[in-house]
């Protein structure tokens, strides 16, 4: 595991050991429902396969966009699920004499459902700290003349970040999510040597949440 992985699974170890109050054991009756976050953000892509002469095949970072909606089962804790969607030019490194070649057409879709623990910064602040936790999946797929592949790989998401309310039903939310994935070989590149390997891909993402 990365430092990166392992410092935030070190963040949310933290925020759940810090016991949450009496008043936030049992959601309140009259506590909104669901929140609906709408998300947009920067994705850093890790390294997904590898080749013969150490090529490297991963995805330039670019933008992605996505929802999340969280469900209270008490106070400071939500059952989570999320969904982020990101487009990208598909990128082999270290290419002998060549050096780095991009191609077009990589789409790539993550999905996660989990846990969600926030702690609010003070008994009257209006800054939570958050950090969650979820298993999913991520859905890649690339499209242009010289390949078409897809493949659904088994994903872990790990998370941290803050969330600000603005007003009573409305939040404005950071968040730092790592999806760690093993990813197969590419079916069609097999015959070159091409190997998934275990990558890391990093969503720095910011949202106004809306409680309903």
């Known amino acids: 595991m990365t430092r990166s992985a392992a410092g935030l699974l070190l963040i ?4 759940l050991a810090c016991p949450p109050s009496a008043a936030a054991q049992a959601p ?6 669901v929140e609906i976050l709408p998300t947009a953000g920067y994705l850093a892509f890790g390294t997904y396969f590898t080749g013969p002469s ?11 966009y ?11 804790l939500s059952l989570v699920g999320s969904v982020l969607h990101g487009t990208s030019d598909w990128s082999f490194e270290r290419v002998p ?5 991009s191609v ?8 996660d459902l989990g846990l969600r623990y926030s702690v609010p910064l003070g008994a009257a602040s209006p800054v939570a700290a958050i950090g969650q936790v979820g298993a999913g999946a991520i859905r890649y797929s690339v499209d242009n003349v010289l390949l078409s592949e897809r493949a659904t790989n088994f994903a872990v998401a790990v998370g941290v970040g803050m969330a600000a309310r603005l007003g009573p039903r409305v ?8 999806y760690i994935a093993s990813f197969r070989s590419v079916d069609d590149a097999t015959v070159f040597g ?13 949202g106004l949440g809306l409680r309903l």
């Open 66 to 76: 996505g929802a999340q909606v969280a469900v209270p089962l008490w106070r400071s």
């Open 194 to 206: 091409v190997e998934g390997r275990r990558a890391h891909t990093l969503a720095f993402l910011i």
């Open 28 to 33: 309140s009756p009259s506590s909104p429902r």
């Open 171 to 178: 939040s404005l939310q950071g968040l730092v999510k790592d």
């Open 97 to 101: 004499l060549l050096g780095s070649i």
């Open 54 to 64: 150490d090529i490297r095949f991963s995805n330039q970072d670019g933008v992605g």
């Open 104 to 111: 077009g057409g990589a789409s790539l879709w993550f999905y």
């Open 12 to 15: 949310l170890t933290i925020l």
